[in-house]
């Protein structure tokens, strides 16, 4: 098992910046790939980044590319979203996700068997 904790969210005015942090727990080395994922209310639950746990490779959705920044400390067990120049339509609960099998930077959340409870971001105009 591994358990997933969420932290960082809260409100912002547009342009600004924020931190998520994930903490992982457990059978953290099983991990293999882990992912940030958001839902706004009414939508599907949508791919923001990915990052290989135990290497460098990364993934974004086109939305975030180059506002976002997925990072992790090994050592920490710790997965970090920076998330700059904040828009409006970022307001969401953001979730971190985990999977213990080669995920390939998956974008699909059923790729991914572990999840957080999530923390909500809002950011205002």
């Known amino acids: 098992q591994v358990r997933l904790v969420e932290s960082g969210g809260g409100l912002v005015q547009a342009g600004g910046s924020l931190r998520l942090s994930c903490v992982a727990a457990?059978?953290?080395?099983?991990?293999?790939?882990m992912g940030w994922f958001r839902q706004a209310p009414g939508k599907e639950r949508e791919f923001i980044a990915a990052?290989?746990?135990?290497?460098?490779?990364?993934s974004y959705a086109d939305s975030v590319k180059g506002r976002f920044t997925i990072a992790r400390d090994n050592a920490k067990n710790t997965l970090y979203l920076q998330m700059n120049s904040l828009k409006p339509e970022d307001t969401a609960v953001y979730y971190c996700a985990a999977s213990t099998f080669n995920a390939a930077l998956s974008t699909t959340p059923t790729n991914y068997q572990y999840w957080g409870q999530g923390t909500q971001v809002t950011v205002s105009s």
């Open positions: 457990g059978r953290t080395f099983d991990i293999n790939d």
């Open positions: 990052i290989i746990w135990g290497g460098r490779s990364t």
